[in-house]
């Protein structure tokens, strides 16, 4: 069974930055894609950003020009680089795995991040 667990999330201003870490339990390569997706209270699940196996990545506009995804293989390990935070951003974040061979996605538990003054 994979397990994707994330890390890095916190309670920081508005303006400052975070970088949040997904680490699998195997090898990320298998993935045809992985990525970042946020939840605030009372809101739906909604995607931040993905990054594909051939490294080709993909931003909600939202987040566009303060948010970069990054994966290294070797580590096994997808980061999202947040900056410019804004409280709007406030939310769960979770990681997210998907696989064409195994025709199923990958869901970690979730890591906080909270912006506020």
């Known amino acids: 069974q994979v397990q994707l667990v994330e890390s890095g999330g916190g309670l920081v201003q508005p303006g400052g930055s975070l970088r949040l870490s997904c680490a699998a339990s195997r090898s990320i390569f298998g993935f045809n894609v992985m990525g970042w997706y946020r939840q605030a209270p009372g809101k739906q699940r909604e995607p931040v950003a993905t990054i594909t196996r051939a490294d080709t990545t993909d931003y909600a506009d939202f987040v566009k020009g303060r948010f970069t995804i990054s994966r290294d293989n070797a580590e096994n390990t997808v980061y999202l680089q947040m900056d410019s935070l804004k409280s709007e951003d406030t939310a769960v974040y979770y990681c997210?795995?998907?696989?064409?061979?195994?025709?199923?996605?990958?869901w970690g538990q979730g890591t906080q991040v909270t912006v506020s003054s």
């Open positions: 997210y795995a998907f696989s064409l061979i195994a025709r199923r996605d990958y």
